[in-house]
């Protein structure tokens, strides 16, 4: 309801600008790297990638459909989601790594879980 009536929580701001506080460029840098990293877009080809390698080399079917339908699954959600909220992200300074896709729920957290 928070995000539907308010656009996001309370907090929101206050917290990321007190972060942001720290910002460098070299941190900055470091951010984004962590954030490629856990974005779903590598977290999809990483999934690719285990599947033949569960199922050949492993032999480990039941895994490999367990991987499949969790990261799966999660994405499929994840977009539902963001299409229902529509939350828009935060603009409190300029990203150095802007994103153009809805801000909750998050993509990163949610296919990471997964």
């Known amino acids: 309801e928070k995000v539907w009536r308010h656009g996001g929580f309370k907090g929101d701001a206050p917290i ?59 994405t499929a959600f994840n977009l539902l989601a963001k299409s229902l909220f529509r939350r828009v992200r935060p603009a409190l300074w300029t990203s150095p790594d802007p994103q153009f896709d809805y801000g909750f729920p998050s993509s990163h957290a949610m296919v990471a879980m997964a």
Request: hydrophobic share 65%.
């Open 16 to 74: 990321l600008l007190w972060i942001h506080q720290w910002a460098t460029p070299a941190r900055d840098d470091a951010m984004v790297l962590i954030s490629q990293i856990g974005d779903p877009r590598f977290l999809l080809l990483l999934t690719v990638i285990a599947l033949p390698f569960l199922v050949v080399v492993c032999q480990q079917r039941g895994a490999a459909l367990f991987l499949l339908l969790a990261v799966g699954g999660a």
